[in-house]
Every structure is written in structure tokens, then in C-alpha cells.
């Protein structure tokens, strides 16, 4: 079943690309987006169970799925709006098109993936899409940002390589040649511990171009201001997640080995690095996408940090990615509105969204303040469960000058969303396209699922995530 | 036999340190190919002879002609000039290059490997630092792509120290390094040859705060 | 016996040199005992010494000349043991080299020229460029073989597997662009020009005349020999004795010529260049230290 949903991808996006004309393009997406819904569907049928012999449904897999599924469906929503408002031509439609299918089959691979190079190659295969996506507008800013990504994610991959060839080096000495998950952790234990550190510092600084973690995570701010919003979303949420997945599984094999404390060190460090540049940059950031791009610099931060406490913390950064998907892709869905609405994405040039457009500065206005983590947002619950395993873990320095730098974070929020918002018209600022209702409503529908899931979660999500920590 | 190989592999990284043209920079990296040609020649006898044959194609097709022959079209057609511009002056190099390969074997030691293998280690993890190193040095973009090339053949040789019993993580290897190769240096240096006039750094900093 | 034979390259050497570099120009050349002619010409006249110089500018040539004399004491020759030998007899060897250095840097800062001075100034420069080359090649000649002095090093080498026959030749072709380096050749340093932008050694003995500067040119062919005779050692072997002579002869002939071809077809460097090119003697010794290393952890 899993292979046939692959080739059902590769068939669609080769049609797409072979007959540009919209009307298949837009119809293969539907086509595509219902594969996906069987294919999640499927995987919660077959719970724990491996496929193909290299796939698992494995808990946390399947929650970053269904998030994916979900994001999908939004992503494309927003992609027919996009593409509709841009007139390009037939040929620029159907390649985006086309790779977006298969983004979403890589990323799809990458959660469902339980060997490890094969993880690598589905990781490999989202850094191909993306840059396509991103070089979408095709302009000198836009092919620098392409260029950098491209290049630098070359490097992450091949550092990312380096680590899986020491893994089999360390594995080989035990007589096993099998690179999966499961297998890795029972060698773990009695490979060299030397050895076991240098492949998790080499995994670490070659996801982190994916994550967007603290090493090399310039290349994906730069790839979020220039990228599509559509495109936006899906990068700084399903991407992250399948960088953190990634991450996350080579964290949970090599835990067996004795370098616990290692990796923990490792992660601490990136994460309040993350925060730190963060912080900086937020406060001086003059465009609104940069500004969303930064805010996830900080979460991903976050989420490292709360990685390393370990223990039950590690509930509350599955929650912290699930929300923040959800919140993260809403505001950058919504930045192609502000877009449509004022021709510019920089913060000076934006003023006084409520005179013009009331629903939408306030579901502006709701969407940073819940990326800031103000209740009720949900992500104000999970950020607070971190604290807390901080807190136990006896990391009290690092709570502490955490908080102080979420403090910087949420002023820079709050002072460029009051600016945009609330602000008296210095000059007239004017405004092109007129905002429909039909972009707004599935954007309250996210806030509503971050507020719902954070305090009220059902106990069937409860459970569920509970379960991911294996 | 493969300790003289690998020596001249050496060699040609301290060579690549002090190299002030690009010429030399692409012959180099042609004869680096052509070593690592050798060396897979020499380890992975223990392997089917077809999946050998594959991988010794792919070695001394991709990385000793087509890459090499593909840099020179592209410093021709957009008329580079010949020099490399380093950050870093070449004395400093040679001996940061030369700091690289005592530092490789330094962890080596730690390692515990067999004697064969701590050689090709030592050589292969210096050739991931230097080409790291001449990327972070260098301000053209040409000289970039060049660094990257030095870096793959270090993951490739690390590769191979595992490749008997493992082919599939050699091919993919050599996967990484055409599908790089070609996506980036065929698809966007010519992009930015067209739209840049100076193929620099200095022209790709417009992304900032 | 090994002294003679020496002092009997030395003086035939340059002479080759000059051979070949003329040969491959087109021209007939000098004659093999031109620099002997000099040199006997030189030693029949008598020194001028400036006002502004001391007594060291005096006991300079004197004193390098004795140590590269002293510092062939130490050298094996085939089948023939050196005349002084102990343990760690080749760092005296290269300490005696770098006397004979320190006084022709000494002598010619104490010209008070400035134009010497800067040529004092480069060759120090390139002394210390040069020097861990040679003490950090024959280190790692130590640790592989064991043994702490040159008869001993080369009697194991000799003896030895491939591999040793393979440290041998790199060896060998790193003591030859060490030799570049020492005497003041191309691509290093042009003998010929005297040109201020270009001159390292020439500019030393600029004020050198008569007697003295037969010591110096002298000491400059002493030192190709010396160096020709390490590199003959690498390859000799227990012979009879007029084998031995044959085939250091023959070996100390090749290097000569090899020397005059270089001479010829290379161009001297860029200044700014030199310090890489000698620097990267250092590193190629580094190189064949980690790979000893590398070899020898069995």
C-alpha cells in the first residue's frame, strides 16, 4: 500500500509536469490529497506494524502524519488562492504543482522511515523540492536565497552522510550490517562511546539545515522570505517537524549507547543558542516574513532544549510542534493575504490593518500573539510544560535566562502586531486587493484546534501522544 | 600500493591549500578522481563484480571527467577570471591544511580502528576539512562548488572504508554527489552566471535584516 | 676517505651545473673546472675589508666553512663509516649547517648595509621555513627505524622492506628541494641576477672579496655535496669499494644534472610565494611522519 502511494505520487506529479495545463494540475492535487487521506487512514489500521521492510507505523510518525495530512490540505487551499491571484504562466503552475506532490511524499517518507539511510535519501529528496519551490518567483533575491539553501543543505546532507557512515562503522564491529532504527539500538550499548558522539554531533549539525536549528539555520530564514506564503507554511511546519522526526529517532536509537548526557549537553546548547539569535534578530526585524521565520528559529530552540531536559518533558515538545504547526502555518497563510492587501511584507509599510480590514487585523493580531505563547493559546500549555521539566531537571540557569529572552521575543511580537494593527495612518498606505472571507475561515478553524488542544485536549490525543514517547 | 595512493591524495590537499588558479584547482581535483578510482579499485574486491563495475564507472566517469570538464565550461562561458580570491592568505592555508591532517590523526587514535582503516580515515576526514575549510575561505562561487567536490571525496572514502559490506551506502554516496553536481551546478550556476555579472559573494548578500 | 670524496664532488659540482644549464640555453658552456679556476684565483688574492665592518665580518667565511666541514664528518658513505658518529649525530648536522648560516647572516648585518640586511633578513626568513623540514623527515626516520644516528639510520633502511624503499625515495625528493632551498637555487633565489627584488644569497657576500669569497664559494659547493651525499645514502648499499665510489659518483652526477634542469626550465618565484613553497617542505615532511605513524601502529 505504501508503494503504491508513492507511485501514485511520482505518476501524478509526471503528469502534471507533462501536460501543463491548470485544469489537470489542479485536479491531480485532489487526486493526490485523497491518496494522502487513504494512505493516513491506512497507517492508524495498521498501528505498529512494518511495511516494505523499511517503513513502521510507529506512534510518533503517525502523529507528524496526520498533522502533514492536515497541513496538505491547507497548504494546497492556499496554493489555488496563490496561483489564481499570480496569473503565471501554465509552466511555473504545473512545476509547482508537480513538486509539491512530492514534498509532501518525501516528507511523508521521512516520518514513516525506519532505516536509516533511507531516511537520509527521503531527506535528500525534500531538499530538491524545496529549492524548486522557493526559485517559484524567480527573481535575483529569490535565486539567492535558492542558491544558499541549495548549497548549504548539500553540506548538511553530506555532514548528515558522514554520521550514518560512522553508525555503520561503529555497528560493523559487532558483525551486523543492518542499519535500521531497531537494530541500532540494540548495538548501541556495546559499540565505542567515541564513536556513538561523533555520529550524533555529525546527525545534529546535518539536520539542523532542515530543522532550522542553531549551526546552520540562516538558510532557512532566508528560504522562508523569499518562498511562496503556501510554500512558507509548509516549510516552517512539516519540514521542521520532518527535520525533528529525523533528529529524534537517531536521538532515541543512540540513547541505548552511554552518551546520554552528551547528546543532552549538545542539544541545551544549540537550543539556547537557537533562542538567543532569535531574540536578537526578532527585535530588529523589518519584514513580517522574517519575523515569522525568526519566531520559528525560537520554537525549534525551544524545542531542543526541551529535548535534552528528556523524561516527561518530551510529551510537552511533541505538543509544543503539534501546536505550533498549527499556529506557525496559519500566520504564514495569512501573510499571502496581508500580501494581496498591501503589496509588501515590510512592518513600516503596514499600518492600521484594523481601519482597513477588521476580521482579518484580528485574526492577525490573535495569530502572533499565540505564536508568542499569550493564553489562550495552547502553545502557552506546552511552553509551560518545558519550564516545568526544566525546572525538575534542575536546569534553573537556563529556565531562567530562557524566560528573559521569551520576554525580548514576545515584546518584538507584540510591538510590530500593535504597530500593524492599531497604528494612526502616518501616510496614506494603500491598499490593492480586497480580502475575502473564504481565506479567513479555515484560519479561525487553526486557532480554534490550538486553543481545543491545548486545554481540553480529548483523551484519545492525550494517550496517543503519550505513546510516542516509546 | 593503496598507502601511496593515498598519500598522493594527501598531497594533492596540501597542493589545493596553496593553489592560486583555478586551473589548477579543476586538474587537481581530476587527479583526485582518478586516485579514488584506484583506491575503490584496490578495497572493494570483496564485492559482486557488478555492482563493483557501477561504482568504479561511476568514480571515473563523474568525478575525474565530467566534473572537471563541466567547472572549465562554466569558467569559460562566463569568462572567470583565473584567480582564486581567499579570505585567508595561502601561507596560512598550507599550514591549517597541514594542522587538519595531524588533527585527523589525532582522532584517529581515539577511535580504535585497525590499521588500514585508520589510514584511510586519517586521509578521508582531512579532505571533509579542508574542503569545508576552502569553502568558508574563498569568496568566488566557482571555488565553492570546488570545496564541495573535496568534501565528497572524503565522505566518499569514508564510504568505501565500509563499502565491502555495505554497497548500497557507497552508492548512495555517489548518488548525492550527481545529484548535487547536477542540480546545482547545472541548473544554477549558469542562473546566476546570467544574472549576476560577478560570480562573488559579494553579490549574494542582499538577504539581510 | 668519505671527506675526499666530498671535497672531490664539491669541487667537480657546480661545474656540472653550469654544464647542463648552459647545454640546454644552446650555448658550450664553461668548462668542468671553471669554478675550481675560480675558486684557486680567488684564494691568491687578498681580501679587502670596509672601514664600517668588525672582526666578525672577518672569522665569518672561516667559521661556516668549518662547520660544513664538520658537518660532513658525520656522513656514512657506502661501504665507509663517518668519521664521528653518535647518537643523534643529525641534529649536530643540521646545527652545524645552521652555524654556517648564522655567521653569513651575522656577517653581513655587520656590514651595516641595508641592502645585506635584507637579504640577511630573507635568509633567516627561509632558515626557519626550511629547517623543521629536514629535523622532522629524519625524526620520523628515527622512529622508524629505531636507531639515532645517521650510519645506523641508513643500515636499517637499506635493509629493509618496501615500504622503507618507499620513505627512501620521498625522502630523497624532499632533501632535494631542501638542497634548493639551502644553496640559494631557483626556484628559490636566482644565483644569477642582482637584483635587489630578487636576491637572497648574492646579497650576502656582496662585500666578500679575495680569499674570503673563495671560502664562501666553497662552503656553497661543500653544501651540495653534503647534501648529495645524503641523498646517496638512501640508495647506497654494501658494496665493494669501487662500486660504492661508482655509484655514489653516478647518484651525486644524476642530482647535479637534475639540479641544472630544474635551474633551466623553472622560473624563480614570486617573493611572496617562497615562504608557501617552503613551507610546504615542512608539510610534506608532516606527512610522511603521520604516515610512518600510521605504519607503524601494527
Not at chain 1, 497548504?75 to 501554465?90: A, E, G, H
Not at chain 1, 516520518?111 to 524548486?132: M, Q
Amino acid at each position: 500500500m505504501l508503494g503504491l502511494y508513492f507511485i501514485l505520487a511520482l505518476v501524478v506529479a509526471a503528469l502534471i509536469f507533462l501536460v501543463r495545463k491548470r485544469f489537470v494540475a489542479y485536479a491531480s492535487l485532489i487526486v493526490f490529497l485523497a491518496a494522502q487521506t487513504l494512505i493516513n487512514i491506512y497507517a492508524f489500521i495498521h498501528l505498529g506494524e512494518r511495511e516494505l521492510e523499511y517503513f513502521r507505523f510507529d506512534h510518533a510518525g503517525l502523529i507528524f502524519l496526520s498533522i502533514l495530512t492536515l497541513l496538505s490540505y491547507y497548504t494546497v487551499y492556499y496554493s489555488f488562492i496563490y496561483l489564481k491571484r499570480n496569473q503565471d504562466n501554465p509552466f511555473r503552475t504545473s512545476i509547482y504543482c508537480a513538486v509539491l506532490i512530492m514534498l509532501i511524499a518525501s516528507v511523508t517518507g521521512v516520518y514513516l522511515s525506519e532505516h536509516a539511510g533511507l531516511l537520509w535519501v527521503f531527506v535528500e529528496a525534500t531538499t530538491l523540492c524545496v529549492s524548486l519551490l522557493i526559485y517559484h518567483e524567480r527573481n535575483a533575491l529569490s535565486l539567492e536565497a535558492t542558491w544558499k539553501y541549495v548549497f548549504i543543505c548539500s553540506i548538511g546532507i553530506a555532514l548528515a552522510f558522514v554520521g550514518i557512515i560512522f553508525l555503520g562503522m561503529a555497528v560493523q564491529t559487532n558483525g551486523v550490517y543492518d542499519l535500521s532504527f531497531s537494530s541500532i539500538s540494540a548495538q548501541a550499548a556495546t559499540a565505542n562511546p567515541f564513536w556513538m558522539k561523533m555520529v550524533f554531533l555529525f546527525i545534529l549539525v546535518g539536520f539542523s539545515t532542515k530543522m532550522g536549528l542553531f549551526p546552520l539555520q540562516t538558510i532557512k530564514v532566508d528560504a522562508l522570505t523569499v518562498a511562496p506564503s503556501p510554500v512558507g507554511a509548509f516549510i516552517s511546519t512539516a519540514l521542521m517537524n520532518a527535520g525533528f522526526v529525523a533528529l529524534y529517532r537517531f536521538y532515541h536509537a543512540l540513547s541505548a549507547a552511554d552518551i546520554v548526557e552528551w547528546m543532552n549537553n549538545l542539544l541545551m546548547w544549540t537550543g539556547m543558542l537557537s533562542v538567543m539569535i532569535a531574540a536578537v534578530y526578532m527585535m530588529f526585524a523589518g519584514n513580517l516574513k522574517r519575523l515569522g521565520a525568526y519566531s520559528g528559529l525560537e520554537h525549534v530552540g525551544l524545542v531542543a532544549i526541551g529535548l535534552s531536559a528528556g523524561g516527561p518533558v518530551l510529551y510537552a515538545v511533541f505538543l509544543h510542534l503539534i501546536l505550533h504547526s498549527l499556529v506557525k502555518s496559519g500566520l504564514f497563510y495569512h501573510l499571502g493575504t496581508v500580501f494581496h492587501h498591501f503589496r509588501t511584507y515590510k512592518i513600516n509599510s503596514i499600518k492600521d490593518y484594523f481601519g482597513k480590514a477588521p476580521g482579518a487585523a484580528l485574526i492577525f493580531l490573535m495569530l502572533l500573539l499565540f505564536l508568542g505563547g499569550i493564553p489562550p493559546s495552547g502553545i502557552f500549555v506546552s511552553e509551560f510544560l518545558i519550564f516545568k521539566g526544566l525546572f525538575n531537571a534542575g536546569h534553573i540557569w537556563e529556565m531562567a535566562l530562557l524566560l528573559v529572552l521569551l520576554t525580548f521575543i514576545i515584546f518584538a511580537f507584540t510591538r510590530n502586531a500593535l504597530n500593524i494593527v492599531f497604528s494612526e495612518e502616518k501616510a496614506r498606505v494603500e491598499t490593492y486587493g480586497k480580502i475575502k472571507y473564504y481565506e479567513l475561515l479555515p484560519i479561525i478553524l487553526l486557532l480554534i484546534a490550538v486553543v481545543w488542544l491545548g486545554y481540553f485536549p480529548p483523551h484519545a490525543f492525550s494517550v496517543f501522544l503519550s505513546q510516542c514517547i516509546m | 600500493m593503496e598507502t601511496i595512493l593515498l598519500t598522493v591524495f594527501s598531497f594533492t590537499l596540501l597542493f589545493i591549500g596553496i593553489a592560486n588558479r583555478l586551473n589548477t584547482f579543476i586538474r587537481m581535483l581530476a587527479l583526485q578522481g582518478v586516485l579514488l578510482f584506484g583506491i575503490t579499485f584496490l578495497k572493494l574486491n570483496e564485492i559482486s563484480w557488478f555492482n563493483l563495475t557501477m561504482i568504479l564507472l561511476e568514480t571515473i566517469i563523474f568525478k575525474s571527467i565530467a566534473i572537471p570538464w563541466f567547472l572549465s565550461y562554466i569558467l569559460h562561458k562566463n569568462k572567470i577570471v583565473r584567480e582564486t580570491e581567499p579570505f585567508v592568505s595561502y601561507f596560512w592555508s598550507l599550514i591549517i591544511i597541514t594542522g587538519f591532517i595531524i588533527l585527523s590523526y589525532i582522532i584517529s587514535g581515539y577511535l580504535g580502528l585497525d590499521k588500514n582503516t585508520k589510514a584511510d580515515f586519517t586521509v578521508a576526514f582531512a579532505s571533509l576539512l579542508t574542503g569545508i575549510y576552502i569553502i568558508i575561505t574563498r569568496k568566488k562561487i566557482i571555488t565553492h562548488m570546488m570545496g564541495y567536490m573535496i568534501l565528497e571525496n572524503g565522505v566518499f572514502l569514508l564510504s568505501l572504508t565500509i563499502g565491502a559490506h555495505q554497497p548500497m551506502l557507497v552508492n548512495m554516496g555517489i548518488l548525492l554527489d550527481i545529484f548535487v553536481s547536477v542540480l546545482v551546478l547545472g541548473l544554477f550556476l549558469n542562473r546566476i552566471g546570467n544574472t549576476f555579472e560577478e560570480m562573488s559573494i559579494d553579490n549574494l548578500s542582499n538577504l539581510k535584516d | 676517505m668519505n671527506v675526499l670524496l666530498i671535497i672531490i664532488i664539491a669541487l667537480l659540482f657546480p661545474g656540472l651545473i653550469n654544464i647542463i644549464r648552459s647545454l640546454l640555453s644552446g650555448r658550450k658552456g664553461p668548462g668542468l673546472l671553471q669554478p675550481l679556476k675560480d675558486m684557486i684565483r680567488l684564494f691568491r688574492k687578498g681580501s679587502v675589508y670596509s672601514n664600517t665592518t668588525g672582526f666578525i665580518f672577518r672569522i665569518a667565511p672561516t667559521i661556516s666553512f668549518a662547520a660544513i666541514i664538520s658537518a660532513s664528518l658525520v656522513l656514512p658513505i657506502g661501504p665507509w663509516k663517518a668519521l664521528i658518529s653518535f647518537d643523534g649525530d643529525f641534529v649536530f648536522f643540521i646545527y652545524m649547517l645552521g652555524l654556517g648560516r648564522f655567521m653569513a647572516i651575522v656577517a653581513a648585518m655587520d656590514t651595516g648595509s641595508s641592502f645585506e640586511g635584507m637579504g640577511a633578513s630573507r635568509e633567516a626568513h627561509y632558515g626557519m621555513l626550511a629547517e623543521p623540514a629536514f629535523l622532522i623527515l629524519f625524526g620520523s626516520l628515527v622512529l622508524f627505524t629505531g636507531h639515532y644516528s645517521f650510519a645506523d639510520i641508513f643500515t636499517t633502511m637499506r635493509n629493509g622492506t618496501g615500504f622503507a624503499y618507499g620513505i627512501g625515495f620521498m625522502a630523497a625528493f624532499l632533501i632535494f628541494l631542501f638542497t634548493l632551498v639551502e644553496t640559494s637555487r631557483l626556484p628559490v633565489d636566482d644565483p644569477r641576477t642582482h637584483l635587489e627584488l630578487t636576491m637572497v644569497h648574492e646579497v650576502m657576500i656582496l662585500d666578500n672579496s679575495g680569499f674570503d669569497l673563495g671560502l664562501i664559494l666553497l662552503s656553497n659547493a661543500l653544501k651540495f655535496a653534503v647534501f648529495g651525499t645524503v641523498i646517496a645514502d638512501f640508495f647506497l648499499f654494501e658494496a665493494s669499494a669501487w662500486v660504492a665510489i661508482a655509484i655514489f659518483v653516478g647518484i651525486q652526477a644524476g642530482f647535479a644534472v637534475l639540479v641544472g634542469f630544474v635551474e633551466s626550465f623553472m622560473a624563480r618565484f614570486r617573493m611572496t610565494h617562497n615562504p608557501q613553497f617552503i613551507l610546504s617542505l615542512t608539510s610534506l615532511a608532516f606527512l610522511i611522519f603521520v604516515g610512518i605513524l600510521l605504519f607503524l601502529e601494527k
